[in-house]
């Protein structure tokens, strides 16, 4: 199953503050994103898992070392939303 990706006011805003600083290559966080949208099982470096909390309902997974990304799917509707990205303090403080 192939999702219709939607991204979130918070997430549109967090890349393109990514973007401007240059400190990330998102080539890394399209392919992460790319297989999320194809139903893709992830690699275990990436550490994919459910939130509790503020995002419950959510998944996390690591591009890198500290950017992390948000993200939700709904199954019966085809639906991944990103819902944020970037470092563990950026994202919870």
Known sequence: M???SIYAKKFRKSIKKLERSGAFDLKETEKVMQKLIDSQKL????????LTGEY???KECHIKNDLLLIYETDKEKSLITFVNIGSHQELFG
Do not use: L, V
Not at 43 to 50: A, I, Y
């Open 2 to 4: 192939k999702y219709i």
């Open 43 to 50: 690699e275990s470096k990436h550490r994919d898992h459910f």
């Open 56 to 58: 419950e309902g959510c």
